[in-house]
């Protein structure tokens, strides 16, 4: 019996989701897409179907209603469905009701970004300690598998880090992430994703792993330029990141730090939004009353990220530099992947950064659904075996390359 | 029977208003202070009680709460307190209905700034004609005195304007209006008066007068630098303001422009909020459903700008430089007015913005009191004889200094 997938959410990456699980859903059974708005879905849908997507073409796609952060509907709606693989990629307020609904239903359960509390903003480290691994009992009570953070970053990059540890390294000193967008998309101002997460990930403290303890700074404080395959050099600035949360508890010895590149324009407009409090979580009230939350009215004004995909052009390159010792000997090793937005757009609809978040997911939805990663509780992704997945994603289109000491190197994921 | 004051709002300018009311009590009746929010009428009344300001010490000053947009509710407060002469200060939404139940009673009419439909930035030119000027009929028939835009400028810039018409030049040739606010408030940003208001000035076309006809540019698209008495040299740029759409009429061969000083913050931040959408008066719907203006939210998280004048040091200029002949030979005349932010503060409790802005609609109230302005039908300032009114503002701390090409000269405005 083939498993049912749900797809919770309709954004940029639920799109890419859709897609890859159409591409493969001779290995999946039902593929079904829900969120609060449906139109959206159906828009999903049919955007799938314009692509002839579909690998078994006579396959069930079918979009849903559904108010993620209500558990009974959630629950309902799984059951339903007969979902035995939840994919959510909807807003990072409802991972913990989705997780819930799983945990209830005995559905596998794979999310891309840390569950967040809307009133919240950058909460105490580590932050899958806040919500996520507090449920790690009930998730194993339940018998089912939840792996957390399967996006690029977190996710492609956590793998990318175990990699090197299986591989590569016998002690490792430093993890360095780095996130560079080389793309445009042509817009004035916009932001890759919903900007209300992205603002979110740099309006708080910047946490950084280093020295064995969690270190702070502030947002733009510390740069650094790196020189790139493809992309060459470019700005990047220290910022948190999930995978920091899960990574310095796996490698606590090593230092663990996120480097996100930034534009000129970026850093122009978050410093006047930051500076005038309308990145601010927290409501405020208008001389005439109405209580609003000043992000919200932000993410309202700015483009759908979904939308800047037909005009978007230009690469992303993601890696992670890992510096440790090998055989007694200083090495470094930089493992990436390098994607190309208009490649990801003709294929499915959606710009380079949907694509890098979407595919990663879907690949480790279809390593439940053959059994490889379905391991009965709940895990961060560089507790899994890397090489399957990171296989996987050379076939689906986001294939990683190797560098040893600054030399590309040969990497036979299927080995 | 001396005239009972009615001030409507309780903003900085209001402020001051109820400062120079109170300081020439002896001259009106009671004084009045409503707002929608009558804490903060009673706040400003706590603030002339702590500076004695009373002339007249057993006088009365109250507070009282009113929705200025209710005319009803406008005329009957109006009847109650027999206020004889309402000062307009409140939000330039609220003019027409407050010239609605000042027709309605009886009572002159002042305010300091056009009014504004909410839902609508920069309207067709000339801007009185699209509210003001198509109640001219009405308040003549009410024979009402109505006096439009009697703050700083639009206010004294247009009586300036007639002042060189009546004693410097026999043709003008050129008026340019420069507002040069070289204080500084020590904040990140903020506006010096409602941001709403302060936006919405500088977020549609900017209309000047030139050549005998409507002009349009682009914000930030003409600069010119200003060398100014006391404040220095100061970059300006070429804006849309109230009295080009005055002066405009009564000087229709002159060219007619205005220049407002800006620093490199406020177009930083104007920029970034401008092109994301955020000054947008027209609702926006967030991802949660709710209706919100953009503008208004905006507002809600910048700093008050009466709650600036503390911390507020340095001084403003204000003038007009106009330029024309005079018995057959070029000449130019700069009329200006130099304020200090803490001297402002010191005697009122506002910043200089705010002080500029509320004391010239007291100097209109006295001299509709003893007649001398009360001209019972409906005018703009350039429209009154200028030397009574200029003349005031000297007495009340608002000296104006007379420049003929180039060279500062003495001028008796009680001759």
């Given at each position: 019996m083939k498993k049912n997938v749900l797809i919770i959410g309709a954004g940029g990456v639920a799109q890419v989701v859709a897609h890859k699980c159409a591409q493969h859903n001779d290995r999946f059974g039902a593929i079904h897409i829900a969120s609060r708005t449906a139109s959206k879905c159906e828009a999903i849908v049919a955007s799938v179907r314009e692509k002839d997507a579909m690998k078994v073409k006579d396959g069930v796609i079918a979009a849903h209603g559904l108010d993620a952060l209500d558990i009974s509907a959630t629950v309902a709606l799984i059951r339903k469905l007969d979902a035995a693989i939840v994919i959510n990629v909807g807003s990072a307020f409802v991972n913990m009701s989705v997780l819930s609904a799983c945990i209830e239903t005995g559905a596998a359960y794979i999310d891309t970004a840390i569950h967040e509390d809307p009133l919240k903003i950058c909460e105490t480290p580590p932050w899958y300690g806040n919500y996520e691994w507090k449920r790690r009992e009930a998730v194993a009570k339940a018998g089912i598998t939840a792996i957390l953070g399967a996006g690029f970053d977190p996710g492609v990059v956590n793998a990318y880090a175990r990699l090197v540890e299986d591989?590569?390294?016998?002690?490792?000193s430093s993890i360095d992430i780095v996130d560079v967008?080389?793309?445009?998309?042509?817009?004035?101002f916009a932001t890759n994703f919903d900007p209300e997460i992205n603002f979110r990930e740099f309006t708080g403290v910047v946490y950084s792993w280093q020295n064995g303890a969690w270190q702070t700074n502030k947002m733009f404080e510390i740069p650094r330029e790196w020189d790139l395959p493809v992309v060459g050099k470019r700005p990047t600035y220290m910022t948190g990141h999930d995978e920091i949360h899960s990574l310095s508890a796996r490698y606590s010895t090593a230092d663990v730090r996120f480097w996100m590149g930034f534009g000129e324009r970026y850093v122009q407009v978050f410093t006047v939004l930051k500076n005038l409090g309308l990145l601010s979580e927290q409501p405020v009230t208008t001389a005439e009353g109405q209580q609003v939350v000043p992000l919200k009215v932000v993410k309202a004004c700015l483009p759908n990220p979904a939308e800047l995909a037909p005009e978007y052009e230009g690469k992303t390159c993601i890696g992670d530099l890992v510096k440790g010792k090998k055989d007694g000997k200083d090495r470094e090793v930089f493992v990436y992947n390098v994607a190309d937005h208009k490649d990801a757009y003709n294929e499915v609809g959606s710009q380079g950064i949907s694509y890098t978040a979407g595919v990663p997911p879907v690949a480790a939805a279809l390593l439940i659904a053959d059994g490889?990663?379905?391991?009965k509780t709940m895990v961060n992704v560089e507790e899994l075996t890397p090489k399957p997945f990171l296989n996987l994603l050379g076939q689906m289109g986001l294939p990683t390359q190797v560098q040893v000491n600054g030399e590309e190197v040969a990497v036979d994921f299927a080995g």
């Amino acid at each position: 019996m083939k498993k049912n997938v749900l797809i919770i959410g309709a954004g940029g990456v639920a799109q890419v989701v859709a897609h890859k699980c159409a591409q493969h859903n001779d290995r999946f059974g039902a593929i079904h897409i829900a969120s609060r708005t449906a139109s959206k879905c159906e828009a999903i849908v049919a955007s799938v179907r314009e692509k002839d997507a579909m690998k078994v073409k006579d396959g069930v796609i079918a979009a849903h209603g559904l108010d993620a952060l209500d558990i009974s509907a959630t629950v309902a709606l799984i059951r339903k469905l007969d979902a035995a693989i939840v994919i959510n990629v909807g807003s990072a307020f409802v991972n913990m009701s989705v997780l819930s609904a799983c945990i209830e239903t005995g559905a596998a359960y794979i999310d891309t970004a840390i569950h967040e509390d809307p009133l919240k903003i950058c909460e105490t480290p580590p932050w899958y300690g806040n919500y996520e691994w507090k449920r790690r009992e009930a998730v194993a009570k339940a018998g089912i598998t939840a792996i957390l953070g399967a996006g690029f970053d977190p996710g492609v990059v956590n793998a990318y880090a175990r990699l090197v540890e299986d591989e590569y390294l016998d002690e490792i000193s430093s993890i360095d992430i780095v996130d560079v967008n080389a793309g445009s998309h042509g817009k004035w101002f916009a932001t890759n994703f919903d900007p209300e997460i992205n603002f979110r990930e740099f309006t708080g403290v910047v946490y950084s792993w280093q020295n064995g303890a969690w270190q702070t700074n502030k947002m733009f404080e510390i740069p650094r330029e790196w020189d790139l395959p493809v992309v060459g050099k470019r700005p990047t600035y220290m910022t948190g990141h999930d995978e920091i949360h899960s990574l310095s508890a796996r490698y606590s010895t090593a230092d663990v730090r996120f480097w996100m590149g930034f534009g000129e324009r970026y850093v122009q407009v978050f410093t006047v939004l930051k500076n005038l409090g309308l990145l601010s979580e927290q409501p405020v009230t208008t001389a005439e009353g109405q209580q609003v939350v000043p992000l919200k009215v932000v993410k309202a004004c700015l483009p759908n990220p979904a939308e800047l995909a037909p005009e978007y052009e230009g690469k992303t390159c993601i890696g992670d530099l890992v510096k440790g010792k090998k055989d007694g000997k200083d090495r470094e090793v930089f493992v990436y992947n390098v994607a190309d937005h208009k490649d990801a757009y003709n294929e499915v609809g959606s710009q380079g950064i949907s694509y890098t978040a979407g595919v990663p997911p879907v690949a480790a939805a279809l390593l439940i659904a053959d059994g490889t990663w379905d391991v009965k509780t709940m895990v961060n992704v560089e507790e899994l075996t890397p090489k399957p997945f990171l296989n996987l994603l050379g076939q689906m289109g986001l294939p990683t390359q190797v560098q040893v000491n600054g030399e590309e190197v040969a990497v036979d994921f299927a080995g």
